[in-house]
């Protein structure tokens, strides 16, 4: 209170009179802030200022969407590469748990976390005293189906159309994120101690021959790895390249599949897959994306004309309404 | 000496005192050795250490510690207090859920992450404010005090904080105490000081204090090495008005303590030069800090509504959670059979059980889905509020130049409640009247002087309250005044020099207030001292002076004059001396030469009564003790012109004064009188013209003042005699004996004196005249004598009506003239009251009844206490508003239905239902009857009722106009009385019933627990929002019962002794001055409530009547300084405080939902795992980071409808009562969009990426951008207006996004699992989908809401949509007002704001059906200005606009230029009173909804005459601003024509945001 009473009388013990002097008074300070008198826009939702808001959309919208769509339509043709995938349906990749079952820093060639998983991985972390590696329960799941295409040709004999391995993962998952644990030459070497998933075959140094594309680093190891977003999904498998600009890259005929049934998707009533596409400068064939701009368009355009229609027949009662204000 | 016992009472009995000692505390004197202790040649610092201890024993010192933690202390007990709050308990809990491997869902350190980051922000707060505290804490503890040393044996300097009770403390003039310290010596030779409480309770009068008995009589200077006395005392309480105790001598005697010998802590020494005392209470033992609690509290309606929502979202949360666990359960029965691949097991192998299972996904999924209970959201509203308090306290407009005071926010949180009130509880004084008493008529003895050159003063001061105008009647009264005797008038010149000195010494402060305020503080204003006096009341009052001064020497001189003289000397006298003015000058404290007439009074046993009063002693004028007395004052004054016996002495010197002559006096006072007086008497008048008096009210000021006008003046008082002036009589001294206080269940004081002329002990009597007139003397009817009083009595109680009728303060002067015996036998009982330890102020209590009666009416006071500035507009503006305003007053019901009227609460064209009843059936018949009429009403009128004692009358004094009368509800007069009755259980209900149906409800006579009934009973049945606002202690109840509490800071010294009654115990603090510093002491919460059951508790002190109450700022939760400022605080601020608010936590809870709903919506394609497709850390601090800052700008600064439409248009009001902005429906609305919303932001990403590769979380990101985009147009749609502010924080917010992804996703390879996000924004940057999907879904989820809001501002706007389309119309209303401010404030801009805002206010009738209000068109009737048709034109051409409107600014005030009514000019006002006529129809006619512009051009020739009128109006108005109203005037015509009244709207716009 002491306190209070000096800083009174600083307060008031300025030179008598002078207001708006130097004498300190308790004035608050003229700025537009303070007064709450910063410029403003105010915006004012009416039917008449909104329309155009509806109808510049319903503008950019429409073309957008056709353009979208037509594109979407194109890529049926097998032109350029085509892409190889295998789909599955019903298969929860995105459940919580199976989600968290892994360890990244096993897959990244952490040698500690190779003979030492986390504890994510359970019950995928051992098996028979030895580290899974890769392991957990995504990697436990791999599809391991082996899929294959030929052209039966004139001649009925089979060509077997080349498929690419590689390039079908991230460039950042197969080089940054995906690396085989430090050690000798050989990859089985580098993966000593450690023991194979459970429901795999073979072990992870087996996956494929190339040894770029061996271990954790093989990009159907790691293309599955990315879990998928949604219970129906579809997962690159390989690449058909195009060969040259004269000829489609999968010409027109009779083509066989010849699948390698390993993985079994009856339990869950799941559904296998295999797709082949082309992809134009926004992914996939998709033509929701299209239609649904056409389609917010249309409605924004159609809202914009109702609003015309209203911003017309109440104009006059809500200027009267303005006046009376 | 001072061993010597002076009081001779007798030790308690042992036994008695042992009993005590629980409750008591026990002070010696720290230089004394501790009883039973070592030698006392101990060492010096031993012996400080050893009193150290002792006093760490049990009593506190004086350090001040209002820190709540310690370094160590601080986490442990701020996280303590933190966790009491629901909320941080909730998200601990579930944070702490994630510590749990089954169940959790994120990283336990991020889930904890959140709450953490909010415990973080408030316990740096808390840091803060305590480090605040602690510095303020240091400051005071180092403050420097003179403390008396046993080692160096004089006073040293020493801290503040090193103070012990026991020490023995030295303060100087001006000096702080520094704790509760009992006075044991004053410089003043009477043993007094004077102390000023501005710092307890903001009064800046002094009050006085004296030293303890026993001790007053020390001739020597106190010595503190010779005390060895024994205190004791009460333990520390927080009671300021009470202290007990007895200080216990050497010798076994005894002494009692009482309040007035106690200096508190915080208070000033005036006027006194020095003063030692013994600490008694030390640092938080003090009454000052006692009576510090925590700020207030308060839930506002708003957040009770929004608490009330979040447990909808909490019972939300569960039902999704349930709807997820039970989905889970299905699921995994369903796949876990089937060795599914993705099924993952225990980790033992085995499988979860379905129910399990779905245990573990409920706990999960309210983990993820937490953030459905909007944790940000209470962070936000305090960020918000505290905002908006900021922007409340700098208001400059709110801001008092006057009183340099502005408004202040003392409650934090409920700022929003300002704008949802619905009724409003004023107190009538100093509430709605400025409380400034000045004297205006009396009555004496049946005969009324009435004052017609004082009324004609005052009217000057209304008319003008400027300097010059000031001059003109001082000069004329003291012209007048000089022939009675010059040096009154050379007194009068001293005078007003004195009002531009300093008031006191070394107080800057008070100087500035004294010369810069002189007009306004309540005891330097001229309009209250410059009272002119009746010339025939003069005349009188002279001739009983002169007619006394030849007489004085007879037996009986008042029995030589006739009775009404003798009334009329009486009356004076008795204004003079019966109160508690404390007389001060100003220059130096007071050096008391003077002869003490009497020493030892008032009287405190009978042998002293014996002694002094034994006949003989009165006959003869002298006794031994009093030569004894006066021999023991020689000594002490060392002054040798008094040989003889004081009253001798005394009456010497007044004849020797009388014997000079007149001429001389008047010539040249007494500077030329030879006698050995002449240095006293050139000394008295030396001090004499400097008076100035303080006074505990205003009202005893004015009777002072009024006094002194005529030449009765008022000299000297001091505890034990009175001193008063007059002319011929020269200085009469009364030996005061009692002073009974006032208070407020008496109504009334008295003072017990002994006339000096004629030797009687009188009582004078002042008091309400209700009280006062059932006391006095029962007169028999038989004789003359008894017959005449019985007119006198009749007239003056008629005189009295009509004063209350004029809406004056009335009070009644009494006296009774009390024989020795009876004066004896009711001091006898009296003394035994005083002495009474248990149940003294009851006792005190019955004593003075018992001695006030049968008292001898003398005569009749009014007292004038002016309206505030700008009240009826205030009130005009806050019933348009939609406030029902009660009054509730302790005064009587005409004075209160008078100022009514003057405040335009009522109106002489409204009917006004008074309700009067004397019982409790009559009141219950009353009620019945008065609400069979309100429904029957406007069929016939009800005639006017008398039933025995009841009477009701429905009086309608104003034939009301048959348009209004149907439309219009009556107010309602209650009386105190009827009010209880009404009150109670059984008619509560009628009661409220009928006064719901008033218009406006005016509560007289009623008591302070009344008040906060009647506010308990609209707030608890009516479930209203409740504002109280008062300015005293009476009002204290009824502000802490409110919702929201208003006091008015304004005026000091606003305690008034002859307000009614205070239930309350008083306290106060000074924390709200500390609080406007910034520092968050904690501020007092007075006991008024735990009270309740006691409703009458005395305040007055019995000793001394000087009540130190508690200010109702101290008890609010706003101080304003003006009852004006309520109107900008509500309807301004409120709206905005309110509107903001509300939309902010709609929209908290909008963006909860919406994010939460993705969630929720990809369970169904999880298999309900309680898995989520957005990054945990995105899902954490996306409330936190990303989507906070936009909608807390909004929230602080959206203006939704601007300033002065809001001010013009206090309908707009309604929005907040109604609560349009944010109720139930609202909210599930909001709810619903939000659904909505998620689901369109959820559904398009996810067919876009329908069967795609697309990995989890990579979907999941575009969906969290989606979700800020869609936050941010939402606010965008809902932002009504768009300061730079929210561009920045919006793009802030997207960038802030963007690039903590982009860096979160490059920091590392390998972490944050699950999600693992590396690259995924980078690589999502790259795909074309990302940005399509982007672009559509946030348009797609608002489409809907935009359409909405369009339509709704198309088709059915609500009425703040339309005042916000009003402000489009008038685009340059934004640019004017900055113009005008770039000027500059004029210093007398809020002076006149409210004058020129009135045209301003009618201008815009928002009176139109479509505005549903029940007000009538123009409703400021109060102006007597049209109310102008000009809105119903259109906007249509700026042309003529921008022409008629480019001068305005370079004016000096242009706004005021414009719009000031002219007045001035008559053939205006012809003009304006034609266009009043055609209001009606013109604006019925634009009030048809069907009207369009084109129907209104064809009927365009119809009004085009009008049209003309009313531009002739306006363009004369517009000249008349700018050079007078003698300008040509240029003919317009047609549609230009219309352009005036637009125009005036712009500067009507922005003149008031110039202001």
């Known amino acids: 209170m002491a306190m209070n009473y000096n800083a009174k009388d600083e307060v008031d013990g300025g030179p008598p009179c002078a207001p708006g002097g130097s004498a300190k008074t308790r004035r608050p300070d003229n700025t537009a802030f303070k007064q709450q008198r910063l410029p403003a826009w105010q915006p004012i939702l009416t039917a008449g200022t909104v329309l155009p808001i509806f109808f510049i959309i319903g503008l950019i919208f429409i073309p957008i969407g056709i353009g979208i769509f037509v594109t979407s339509n194109n890529i049926r043709e097998i032109e350029g590469n085509v892409f190889m995938y295998y789909g599955l349906s019903n298969f929860y990749q995105n459940h919580r748990r199976y989600v968290k079952s892994r360890d990244d820093s096993q897959l990244n060639g952490d040698s500690s976390a190779l003979l030492n998983p986390s504890k994510e991985c359970e019950p995928y972390r051992r098996n028979e005293d030895k580290p899974i590696a890769p392991c957990g329960a995504i990697a436990n799941s791999m599809f391991n189906d082996t899929l294959e295409l030929f052209l039966i040709g004139n001649d009925s004999y089979p060509i077997p159309i080349a498929l690419k391995k ?160 | ?77 701020n996280l303590f207090e933190q966790f009491h709050r629901p909320a941080n308990v909730y998200f601990v809990f579930i944070a702490l859920l994630n510590f749990v491997p089954a169940v959790n869902a994120f990283q336990p350190g991020l889930a904890l992450a959140p709450v953490l980051f909010i415990l973080a922000i408030t316990a740096f707060r808390d840091l803060w404010e305590d480090y605040s505290r602690h510095r303020s804490d240091h400051k005071i503890n180092h403050l420097g005090c003179l403390v008396f040393s046993r080692e160096e044996k004089k006073y040293v300097n020493r801290f503040w904080k090193e103070i012990h009770v026991g020490d023995f ?80 001598h050497d010798n076994g005697k005894k002494a009692g303590l009482y309040k007035e010998n106690l200096l508190l802590r915080g208070c000033t020494l005036r006027n006194t030069d020095a003063v030692v005392g013994i600490v008694i209470y030390a640092g938080h033992e003090t009454k000052a800090l006692l009576n510090n609690s925590g700020p207030r509290y308060k839930r506002s309606k708003l957040e009770r509504q929004m608490n009330c929502d979040v447990l909808w979202c909490v019972l939300l949360l569960v039902c999704m959670s349930l709807f997820s666990a039970v989905g889970h359960g299905l699921w995994i029965w369903r796949y876990q059979e089937k060795k599914s691949l993705f099924h993952v097991p225990k980790s033992d192998g085995s499988s979860l059980s379905p129910v399990t299972a779905a245990v573990y996904s409920f706990l999960t999924m309210i983990i993820v889905l937490q953030v459905l209970i909007p944790i940000s959201l209470y962070v936000s509203i305090e960020i918000v509020k505290a905002c908006q308090v900021y922007f409340i306290n700098q208001d400059m407009q709110l801001y008092d130049e006057e009183t340099d005071s502005q408004l202040q926010c003392r409650a934090l949180n409920i700022t929003e409640d300002l704008g949802q009130i619905q009724y409003i509880f004023s107190d009538k004084t100093g509430t709605l009247t400025e409380n400034k008493m000045v004297f205006r008529r009396c009555t004496v003895s049946g005969v009324e002087y009435s004052h017609d050159a004082n009324a004609q003063r005052l009217a000057r001061y209304q008319e003008a309250d400027s300097e ?18 010059s040096h009154q008038s050379v007194r009068m010149v001293h005078r007003t020099q004195s009002t531009k000195s300093h008031r006191r010494t070394g107080s800057r402060a008070e100087a500035k207030r004294a010369s810069m305020l002189s007009k306004h503080t309540a005891f330097s204003s001229p309009m209250e001292k410059d009272i002119t006096p009746d010339p025939k009341l003069l005349e009188k009052v002279s001739e009983c002076d002169k007619s006394l001064a030849v007489v004085r020497h007879r037996e009986h001189p008042l029995a030589h004059l006739s009775p009404e003289l003798s009334d009329v000397f009486d009356f004076f006298i008795a204004l003079t001396i019966c109160n508690t003015v404390v007389v001060t000058s100003p220059d130096q404290p007071r050096t008391k030469v003077r002869v003490r007439f009497e020493l030892k009074s008032p009287v405190k046993t009978i042998e002293d009564f014996l002694r002094r009063f034994t006949p003989s002693c009165l006959t003869s004028g002298c006794s031994s003790i009093g030569s004894l007395a006066t021999n023991k004052s020689n000594h002490k004054l060392g002054s040798s ?146 017959r005449h009083q019985k007119k006198i009595r009749s007239k003056t109680q008629n005189y009295l009506n009509l004063y209350a009728a004029e809406g004056l303060r009335t009070l009644c002067i009494a006296k009774r003239v009390l024989s020795k015996e009876e004066y004896a036998c009711w001091l ?171 218009r406006s409800v005016l509560c007289c006579r009623s008591t302070p627990l009344q008040k906060s009934m009647v506010v308990k009973l609209v707030r608890s049945k009516l479930k209203a929002m409740t504002l109280a606002i008062g300015d005293g202690a009476n009002d204290v109840s009824m502000i802490q019962v409110a919702d929201v509490g208003v006091g008015i800071s304004g005026q000091e010294g606003m305690q008034e002794m002859l307000r009614e009654m205070t239930a309350t115990e008083t306290l106060a603090s000074h924390a709200h001055t500390v609080f406007r510093m910034g520092i968050f002491l904690p501020c007092c919460v007075p006991c008024i409530l735990r009270r309740e059951d006691k409703p009458y508790t005395r305040s007055a002190s019995p000793v001394t009547g000087i009540p130190l109450r508690l200010k109702a700022v101290m008890a609010s939760d706003f101080a304003v300084p003006k009852f004006r400022y309520l109107e900008r605080l509500l309807i301004l601020h409120g709206h905005w405080c309110y509107s903001r608010l509300a939309n902010m936590v709609l929209y908290f809870f909008y963006k909860n939902t919406m994010f939460v ?22 899902l954490i601090f996306f409330n936190l980071l990303f989507s906070s800052l936009p909608p807390l700008v909004t929230g602080v600064l959206d203006r939704d409808v601007p300033a002065n439409v809001l001010l013009t248009n206090p309908q707009l009001y309604k929005s907040g009562q109604n609560m349009e902005e944010y109720r139930p429906r609202t909210f599930w609305f909001n709810m619903a969009d939000a659904t909505f919303q998620s689901l369109v932001c959820f559904s398009i990403p996810y067919l876009a990426y329908y069967d795609s590769n697309v990995d989890l979380f990579t979907w999941g990101t575009p969906i969290v951008t989606i979700a800020l985009l869609t936050f941010l147009l939402h606010l965008g749609i809902e932002t009504k207006t768009w300061t730079w502010l929210n561009w920045i924080t919006c793009g802030f917010s997207v960038l802030l996004f963007f690039t903590v992804a982009l860096i979160y996703n490059a920091s590392c ?89 009135r045209t301003v206010k009618t201008s815009v009738p928002l009176s139109q059906p479509s505005w549903h209000t029940q007000q009538p068109v123009c409703s400021l009737e109060a102006s007597g200005e049209p109310s102008t048709v000009d809105m119903s034109m259109p906007l249509r051409e700026h042309t003529l606009l921008e022409g008629l409107s480019a001068p305005a600014p370079m004016s000096s005030a242009p706004g005021e230029a414009v719009l000031r009514s002219p007045g001035g000019c008559p053939e205006e006002s012809k003009v304006r009173a034609a266009s009043t006529g055609r209001v009606t129809p013109l604006s019925s006619l634009f009030s048809l909804p069907t009207f369009s512009l084109l129907n209104w051009i064809s009927s365009w020739s119809l009004v085009s005459r009008l049209g003309s009128i009313l531009q002739f109006s306006r363009t004369e108005q517009l000249a008349d601003g700018q050079a007078g109203c003698g300008l040509p005037v240029q003919p317009h015509s047609g549609r230009s024509g219309l352009q005036g009244p637009d125009h005036r709207l712009l500067m009507g716009a922005s003149s008031r945001r110039s202001q």
């Not at chain 1, 579809?234 to 195009?242: G, V």
């Not at chain 2, 090495?225 to 202290?243: A, G, H, M, Q, Y």
């Not at chain 2, 969630?1159 to 898995?1171: D, K, P, R, V």
């Open chain 1, 166 to 325: 590689k390039g079908i993962a991230w460039w950042t998952d197969k080089n940054v994120k995906f690396r085989n644990p430090p050690g000798g030459d050989n990859l089985k070497e580098r993966f000593k101690g450690t023991t194979k998933p459970v429901n795999w075959l073979k072990p992870v140094y087996m996956l494929d021959s190339d040894p770029d594309n061996n271990g954790f680093i093989n990009e159907d190891f790691i293309v599955w790895m990315r879990t998928a977003a949604l219970p129906t999904f579809r997962k690159l498998y390989r690449l058909i390249e195009r060969k040259s600009d004269l000829h489609p890259t999968l010409p027109a005929g009779r083509y066989s599949l010849n699948v390698t049934y390993n993985y079994p998707v009856h339990y869950f009533d799941g559904r296998k897959r295999m797709i082949l596409s082309t992809i134009s400068w926004m992914g996939g064939k998709n033509p929701f994306l299209g239609i649904a701009y056409i389609a917010v368009g249309s409605i924004s355009f159609l809202l914009g004309v109702v609003l015309l229609v209203i911003n017309h027949k109440y104009r006059n009662s809500s200027n009267t309404a303005d006046i009376t204000i």
């Open chain 2, 1 to 77: 000496m001072e061993r010597e016992p002076a009081g001779t009472e007798e030790p308690g009995p042992p036994g008695r005192r042992r009993r005590r000692e629980g409750r008591t505390r026990t002070v010696r004197s720290n230089l004394l050795p501790p009883p039973g202790a070592e030698d006392p040649a101990a060492g010096a610092a031993k012996g400080e250490r050893r009193r150290r201890r002792r006093c760490a024993q049990h009593l506190a010192d004086n350090r001040l510690k209002t820190t709540k933690y310690t370094l160590l202390s601080f986490l442990p007990k």
């Open chain 2, 169 to 248: 403390v030295r303060l100087r003039c001006n000096e702080i105490f520094p704790a509760d310290i009992l006075l044991l010596s004053s410089s003043d030779p009477d043993g007094l000081c004077h102390i000023e409480t501005a710092n307890l309770d903001g009064e800046t009068n002094l009050k006085r204090r004296q030293v303890v008995r026993g001790f007053s009589e020390l001739v020597s200077e106190f010595n503190p090495l010779t005390f060895t006395s024994v205190i004791e005392c009460e333990k520390p309480n927080n009671d300021l008005s009470r202290f007990r105790g007895c200080i216990i």
């Open chain 2, 468 to 485: 010059e105008e000031e001059v003109v009647p001082r000069r004329g009264s003291a012209s007048q005044r000089g022939s009675i005797g």
């Open chain 2, 641 to 786: 012109f008094l040989s003889t016996p004081s009253s001798d002495g005394m009456l010497l010197r007044l004849e020797e004064r009388l014997g000079q002559p007149t001429s001389a006096i008047a010539s040249n006072g007494y500077s030329s009188q030879a006698d050995n007086w002449a240095s006293e008497l050139a000394q008295e008048q030396e001090s004499e013209r400097e008076l100035r008096y303080e006074a505990e009210s205003p009202d005893e000021a004015a009777l002072v003042y009024a006094a002194r006008a005529y030449n009765c003046v008022l000299v000297e008082r001091l505890h034990d005699q009175v001193s008063v002036e007059l002319p011929h009589l020269g200085r009469l001294t009364f030996e005061l004996l009692h002073t009974l206080g006032f208070d407020s269940i008496r109504k009334r004081m008295s003072v017990v004196i002994r006339h000096p002329l004629t030797d009687e002990i009188n009582v004078y009597t002042k008091g309400a005249d209700s009280v006062v007139m059932d006391l006095l003397q029962p007169c028999s009817s038989v004789d003359a004598r008894g």
């Open chain 2, 828 to 998: 006898q009982s009296h003394l035994e009251a005083e002495s009474s330890l248990e149940n003294s102020e009851e006792l005190l209590f019955q004593s003075a009844i018992r001695l006030e009666t049968n008292l001898h009416l003398l005569g009749a006071t009014g007292i004038e206490d002016r309206l505030q500035d700008g009240v009826p507009e205030t009130i005009s503006k806050l019933r348009q508003a939609g406030l029902q305003i009660w009054v509730l007053t302790g005064d009587k019901q005409e004075t209160a239905v008078n100022i009514a009227y003057a405040c335009k609460l009522l109106d002489h064209d409204e009917e006004v239902i008074t309700l009067n009843a004397t019982s409790q059936e009559a009141c219950a018949a009353l009620l019945d009857q008065c609400l069979h009429y309100v429904h029957s009403r406007g069929l016939q009128r009800a005639p006017e009722k008398t039933k025995g004692k009841v009477s009701m009358r429905f009086s309608s004094l104003c034939p009301p106009s048959t348009s209004t009368a149907s439309g219009r509800s009556p107010s309602l007069v209650i009386d105190g009385r009827s009010l209880a009755y009404a009150l109670e259980k059984n008619l509560e209900d009628k009661f409220l019933f009928l006064a719901k149906q008033c």
């Open chain 2, 1157 to 1178: 709903g993705l969630l929720f919506w990809f369970q169904f394609f999880c298999g309900f795992s309680a898995s989520a497709m957005i990054d945990q850390w995105y």
């Open chain 2, 1309 to 1397: 390879a390998t972490c944050y699992p699950p999600s693992n996000p590396y690259w995924t924004m980078q690589a999502l940057l790259g795909d074309p989908v990302f940005y399509l999907t982007c672009l559509m879904t946030p348009v797609a989820a608002l489409l809907p809401r935009l359409f909405f809001r369009s339509l709704q501002g198309s088709i059915f706007p609500t009425q703040l949509q339309l005042a916000r389309q009003l402000t489009r119309k008038s685009p340059r209303r934004c640019n004017a007002p900055k113009e005008t401010f770039a000027q500059g404030h004029l210093p007398k801009d809020s002076g006149t704001e409210h004058s020129s805002g």
